[in-house]
Each structure stands twice: as structure tokens, then as C-alpha cells.
């Protein structure tokens, strides 16, 4: 079966699919007001479709999966849905990104279902804050799960925070992250602001460049690394006096786009082919029925045709993504 490749000779073997666009957090970047359900809006991928798309993508040399949202442990069928993909022959990585509102509750559940790895959204170690932020005080209760994971023998646990002026831009805040990833063996990256369909203003006034948050790494004198394949997009650094690892993931960078390896599938099906980019396809009327493979296959296969070298976000041209929870991030 012919591989997942575009006209820019790149191929993905990771795919990031979303589950849900419900979240329960009212982050200022993402969903400032809570989620709000349209009217007559169409359900999500139901635990068959979901089968059928990710029996697709497997024929396709995907090997990655991250699942997300929204926030996708909302779903009462998250690890159901986990088993599922973890039993599909060619998909050897099944990872998670999660708000961790409830991580203390189904840590013990996420090692049990053996997901290869957790992606936790922390913005701020000061409880304030993270509560400012996120509209919800949880941070206690997601570092708790955090150790709970620990003491289970779970280590791949990353952590990423959205860079915002004034926020968490400070060099206490880098420093506080430092001893925390040294203390916790644990990797975290900050994500520089992207604007969105939605968020001008919340843009112009938070966005801060991801150059800060290098420049104090290179003064404290951490080294960059290579990616490995099926990674993600940020560039990670080490330092010999730390057990952790930073990150930087900065859509913004000349570049950023050379490297691209994922494609996205939405909460109702649609294949997107960048973050950004304004070409989408319905998947969904090919996933009602395992027949149908066939002409899955050819139409996602078609569709990477259309795939552009780069987003346009540099421009200020945010495609047809009208917040990140509408894509899964």
C-alpha cells in the first residue's frame, strides 16, 4: 500500500486525531468563554468510525497516534477508545494531550491501558495563575496524578505551557520550570502564541516571541538535540546539570514547516492538512462501514496532494481554524 507522502517529498507518520471538542477549561487562548455546542451541530467519530478511520491509517504506514480534544478525557469512552487503537497492528505509539483535570483519578487507568506517553498542559506552577488561566483551580490535583504516573513506573510525561506576555514570561518562571523538570525527570516545552480566527486581540496583547525563552536557555547553557522522526515540532534542549529536558515549539521560526510530519483528523472527521491551512475533506461518509476502506484509503491519499508547503501564520493568515480546541491543537 503506497505510504502517506506529499509533493515536498514529506511524509507522516503520525496523526493527530481529536475525539472531542468539548473542554472544560476556559483557557484565554483557546476558549476564553467555555466550549459552546452549535446548535444542530453533527456528533463526534463514534467508537466505530473511529475503528475504521485508524484501520485506514494504519494500512498507511502511520505508526503515531496522539489522541486529543477539546479535552478528551470527557469522553465516557476515552479508554475504549485507547484499546482500540492500541490493537491495530502498525500503530506502536498511542499518546495523549490533556488538560489532566482529572489525572489524579485515572492515572492508575492510563497505565493500565498502556499509553505510550501524556502531553499535560500546565501554564503556570503558581496556582494563581494557572487558575487565572484556566479558569479552574486544578493545578494541585494534576501534579498529584503527575506523581501518582511516577510511582507506577510511567515516564514519558511532557509538559507544555503557552508562552504569554506577562503571564509566565519571566526568567522566575524559567527558573521555576528548571528545578521542577531537574526535581521530576520530566520534559517541558513552552508553545509560542499563535493567533487564531478567534483571538486578535487576546493575540496582540499576550503574544511574546519564543526568542525569550531560547536566549535564556543558550545564556544557561543548554544544547539543542536532534528530533527523531515521528516526534513533534519541538526543537529540545538538554543540559548536563539537569535530568529534565526544555522545548520550544515556535510556529513563527523560519522553517517550521520543513520538518512537518502529522496530519490531523477532526472530532467530526475531517481530514486537515495543516494546523493552519484552509483545505479540510469530510472522511466521515467513508467511515460508516469497513467496506469502504478502499475508497478511504484513495481519498486521504488524494487529499496529500493538496497539502502546502508552509501555514501562512507569519502573514497573520490563521486558515480555517477558528480556535485550537476546534482542531485539537
Same mark, same amino acid.
Given at each position: 500500500?503506497?505510504?502517506?507522502? +506529499?509533493?515536498?517529498?514529506?511524509? #507522516? ?32 467519530? +463514534? ?11 494504519? +494500512? ?13 478525557? &470527557? ?16 500503530? !506502536?505509539?498511542? &499518546?495523549? /494531550? ?12 492510563? @497505565? ?6 501524556? *502531553? ?13 488561566? /484556566?479558569?479552574? %483551580? ?9 506523581? $501518582? ?10 509538559? *507544555? ?13 524559567? %527558573? ?30 499576550? !503574544? ?9 536557555? $543558550? ?6 538535540? %536532534? ?10 534542549? @538538554? ?6 529536558? #526544555?522545548? $520550544? ?6 522553517? #517550521? ?44 491519499? /488524494? ?7 508552509? !501555514?501562512?501564520?507569519?502573514?497573520? %493568515?490563521?486558515?480555517? /481554524? ?8
Amino acid at each position: 500500500m503506497e505510504k502517506l507522502r +506529499d509533493n515536498f517529498g514529506r511524509s #507522516f507518520p503520525y496523526i493527530r486525531l481529536s475525539i472531542t471538542d468539548v473542554c472544560n477549561f476556559k483557557c484565554g487562548y483557546c476558549l476564553p468563554n467555555g466550549y459552546f455546542k452549535p446548535s444542530n451541530a453533527p456528533g463526534f467519530l +463514534d467508537i466505530s468510525e473511529i475503528n475504521n478511520l485508524v484501520d485506514a491509517l494504519s +494500512d498507511l504506514g502511520v505508526s503515531k497516534i496522539r489522541i486529543t480534544g477539546g479535552e478528551p478525557t &470527557v469522553r465516557k469512552d476515552f479508554f475504549d477508545i485507547i484499546k482500540i487503537i492500541k490493537n491495530k497492528k502498525n500503530i !506502536h505509539n498511542v &499518546v495523549i /494531550t490533556t488538560n489532566g483535570y482529572k489525572l489524579n483519578k485515572i492515572a492508575e487507568q492510563i @497505565v493500565d491501558t498502556k499509553i505510550n506517553g501524556i *502531553n499535560i498542559s500546565i501554564d503556570s506552577l503558581n496556582s494563581q495563575t494557572f487558575k487565572e488561566v /484556566t479558569g479552574h %483551580d486544578k493545578l494541585k490535583q494534576i501534579l498529584e496524578g503527575i506523581d $501518582i504516573l511516577q510511582s507506577k513506573g510511567f515516564t514519558n510525561i511532557k509538559i *507544555n505551557a503557552v508562552l504569554l506576555k506577562g503571564v509566565n514570561d519571566t526568567e522566575r518562571d524559567f %527558573d521555576a520550570w528548571s528545578d521542577f523538570i531537574n526535581k521530576k525527570k520530566i520534559d517541558f516545552r513552552y508553545i509560542e502564541l499563535m493567533q487564531t480566527g478567534d483571538n486578535l486581540n487576546y493575540f496582540n496583547k499576550y !503574544h511574546v516571541p519564543s526568542k525569550i525563552f531560547k536566549d535564556y536557555l $543558550i545564556k544557561n547553557k543548554w544544547n539543542s538535540i %536532534d528530533r527523531v522522526s515521528d516526534a513533534g515540532p519541538s526543537i529540545n534542549y @538538554v543540559n548536563p546539570s539537569s535530568k529534565g529536558k #526544555f522545548g $520550544i515549539i515556535a510556529p513563527y521560526s523560519k522553517d #517550521f514547516c520543513k520538518s512537518c510530519n502529522r496530519l490531523r483528523v477532526t472530532a467530526k472527521g475531517e481530514l486537515r492538512l495543516c494546523l493552519f491551512g484552509n483545505t479540510g475533506v469530510s472522511l466521515r461518509p467513508l467511515l460508516k462501514d469497513a467496506s469502504q476502506k478502499k475508497e478511504l484509503l484513495n481519498l486521504i491519499l /488524494t487529499q496529500l496532494r493538496f497539502k502546502k508547503e508552509s !501555514h501562512y501564520l507569519e502573514l497573520g %493568515d490563521t486558515g480555517a /481554524t477558528p480556535h485550537l480546541a476546534s482542531i485539537g491543537g
